[in-house]
């Protein structure tokens, strides 16, 4: 168990629709990062946030938002979902932004099907 | 920008074998690099990292890793494979302008055959 807590576990939704994807770092990290894992793209950098803050951005729509809370939990918000959007969402957290080369725990993920 | 390229999508080794899986990476300045390993329908677990200094690292589970700065490697190696090393083995890198950003390959599948 990695301390990093997401969820659901399993998601099923229609397209267009909204959903909420959870996840609570371990205790003292104050970085979060969020992937998306499928299975022709490997696993791809969403977004990262460091106490509070946006701290980088990699390939996220601009129909997929993400934020993290003051007691550091983080949720990613996927709008208007298409069939593509179907895969496994990992949420990551370390106790620093990265600068001392801190590696990164992951959760179990939320496996999200749109259908 | 940084990037991390695994170049097999799949390594088949006997168990008792010496296994290698490759990473090499793309980034400006000093990187800090990673090896993860992901079991069917689980996170990615972390295996081991290079920062700075001795350029073999040893991690968790028997594994190892060489980083090679000419080379821009940091190659996963482990002495003698187990039928349960067998998962999806991904490389990662930080560094650049940037060291927030996480950047992981495309991941290697390792077989081990009893």
């Known amino acids: 168990d990695s301390g990093v807590t997401q969820t659901p576990k399993h998601l099923i939704t229609a397209t267009g629709q909204r959903v909420t994807l959870r996840c609570s770092p371990r205790s003292g990290d104050l970085s979060v990062y969020w992937y998306q894992q499928s299975l022709d793209q490997g696993l791809q950098f969403l977004i990262q946030y460091y106490n509070g803050e946006e701290r980088a951005k990699g390939n996220i729509l601009e129909r997929f938002s993400a934020q993290q809370f003051p007691d550091l939990h983080s949720e990613l918000n996927l709008s208007s979902l298409e069939l593509g959007d179907s895969a496994l969402y990992f949420c990551?957290?370390?106790?620093?932004?990265?600068?001392?080369?801190?590696?990164?725990?992951f959760g179990q993920g939320t496996r999200l099907t749109v259908v | 920008a940084q990037s991390v390229a695994q170049p097999e999508d799949q390594v088949n080794v006997a168990e008792g074998n010496p296994l290698t899986v490759k990473c090499t990476y793309s980034?400006?300045?000093?990187?800090?690099l990673f090896w993860y390993v992901q079991y069917p329908n689980r996170g990615l677990q972390f295996l081991l990292k290079y920062i700075t200094g001795d350029n073999l690292v040893k991690g968790s589970y028997g594994f190892e890793a060489e980083f090679n700065k000419s080379q821009t490697s940091f190659h996963l190696k482990k002495p003698s494979a187990l039928v349960s090393d067998s998962a999806l083995y991904f490389c990662a890198v930080r560094g650049g302008y940037n060291f927030n950003k996480f950047y992981f390959g495309s991941g290697t599948k390792l077989n081990v055959k009893p």
């Open positions: 980034v400006s300045g000093n990187p800090y």
């Open positions: 990551a957290s370390s106790k620093t932004g990265g600068e001392m080369g801190t590696e990164a725990f």
